[in-house]
């Protein structure tokens, strides 16, 4: 159980400019022995990050370390050796070469490699390994890429995207492998998704990233049971002065003939409500998009009123 | 047994919380009796579909009671629990979840008079309905298998 404690992952003051796009300054730390997913829009600088944290970009500022070793400070074949990585596309160079050969070349670089263990997850993923990686379909190629990422026992994973493309019988199978990796309870994942239900069946805690900034990082359960929807019948004018103090609100608008208020504390909203003698209509838990979109909106007021404080 | 462990998950009840009151219940009603083994952390998490570390949160809380005890490299385990202890937990989901219907009542506004009216008739409706034999202290095993 020593896994659990430590961080995996460490950024500290990362940021990095190109032409068209600022990520960070990015502050992150991934605890080890948990599953950690970053949920946000494309181009939200997931990828980017997975870069860095490989020592594939140089960021412009800050520090980044990984599982305990800091990048950029020399050569990282050691480390690179406990990592994982299953990028956003496959890579294009090796299109022309067979499956089993870059097998080969794996078992080559990586120490920890599992001949069995590989064979078994080409038999659990129904993958020919004697195809032409350029060759293989979408979902075969991903199939394929995502054994070789595990078949080294790696310390960490770092997922970008690994489901897209793969059928929901390869889905499932992906999901009870990743749960099987975390079974010893000291390794890590760190997997961006845009899956609802990927996160819901595998994260522990949930990084929000939009336009290349953490909006923050919560534990899994504690998010989904926090975020609640109250409906109340009546106009909006008459309940927005009721619950301005709600505890937690994080929205309230018309719902056509209801109001819907949210909440991101709902137990302390429920008491207060129940205090106030206020028996809201009806009330929902939120789905993790729902939540999102709210946090987006709320970052959005926060930097108005932000650019408005400067302005004065 | 432990599969019969069910959330809501549309109560701001924490699910740690929900998670602990059935466990232990299980465990000192004696259908988890002693020795029992408990799944891994990472297995009831992907079972019950919440984080790792709301189980590790629920483990954590049932060892500090003396509940159950985990040895290294080997798994979680039912401990011996003391009668004394066995009733003074005995009634503790039966509050919670008796809590729980009468804020469901609350929020539809119900009267004292119809929830002591509800509450004999389910009472009434279980009684008749309840396949013999009774089992005993199993104060929320409503739904035996599913999952």
């Given at each position: 159980m020593n896994g659990y404690g430590g961080y995996a992952i460490r950024m500290s003051g990362v940021s990095l400019k190109t032409s068209h796009f600022q990520l960070g300054p990015l502050h992150l730390e991934v605890p080890a022995g948990y599953v950690t997913a970053i949920v946000g829009p494309n181009s939200s600088g997931k990828s980017t990050m997975f870069r860095l944290m490989l020592d594939l970009m140089k960021p412009d500022e800050g520090s980044i370390e990984v599982l305990g070793r800091k990048i950029g400070?020399?050569?990282?074949v050691d480390l690179l050796k406990r990592v994982g990585y299953l990028p956003e596309e496959p890579y294009r160079?090796?299109?022309?070469?067979?499956g089993m050969d870059k097998a080969d070349f794996h078992k080559f670089w990586y120490?920890?490699?599992d001949v069995n263990y590989y064979r078994e997850l080409l038999r659990v993923f129904e993958v020919?390994?004697?195809?032409?990686l350029g060759k293989m379909s979408k979902g075969m190629r991903r199939k394929f890429d995502l054994a070789l990422a595990l078949a080294h026992h790696p310390d960490l994973l770092l997922l970008d995207e690994p489901s897209s493309g793969l059928d929901p019988i390869a889905w499932r199978a992906m999901i009870e492998l990743l749960h099987r990796y975390m079974e010893s309870g000291d390794r890590t994942i760190l997997i961006a998704t845009h899956i609802v239900e990927e996160v819901k069946r595998l994260a522990d805690f949930i990084v929000f990233m939009v336009n290349g900034r953490v909006l923050g990082m919560y534990e899994k359960d504690e998010l989904l049971t926090g975020w609640h929807q109250y409906h109340f019948p009546g106009a909006l004018e008459h309940w927005r002065g009721m619950l301005a103090d709600m505890p937690g609100l994080a929205g309230l608008e018309d719902a056509g003939g209801v109001v819907r208020a949210v909440t991101s504390s709902a137990r302390e909203a429920e008491a207060w409500l129940a205090a106030r003698e206020l028996a809201p209509a009806g009330r929902k838990s939120m789905e993790l998009d729902d939540i999102l979109a709210a946090l987006v909106e709320r970052e959005k007021l926060r930097r108005l009123q932000g650019m408005k404080g400067a302005v004065q | 047994m432990w599969m019969s462990i069910q959330l809501n998950?549309?109560?701001?009840?924490?699910l740690y919380h929900q998670i602990e009151v059935q466990l232990r219940a299980l465990i000192v009603s004696g259908q988890?009796?002693?020795?029992a083994m408990l799944p891994s952390i990472r297995e009831m998490a992907q079972h019950l579909k919440c984080s790792a570390i709301t189980i590790r949160r629920v483990y954590q809380d049932l060892e500090a009671e003396g509940l159950i005890v985990t040895r290294q490299g080997t798994g979680t385990f039912v401990a011996k629990v003391d009668p004394e202890e066995r009733s003074r937990h005995r009634l503790e989901a039966v509050i919670s979840a008796m809590r729980e219907a009468v804020a469901a009542g609350m929020r539809v506004q119900c009267s004292d008079e119809e929830m002591r009216e509800l509450f004999e008739t389910v009472l009434r409706e279980a009684k008749e309905n309840r396949s013999p034999p009774a089992q005993t202290g199993s104060a929320d095993n409503g739904k035996e298998d599913e999952g």
């Open positions: 400070s020399g050569k990282q160079h090796d299109n022309s070469i067979r120490p920890g490699w020919d390994h004697s195809i032409r | 998950e549309y109560s701001a009840e924490p988890l009796g002693e020795g």
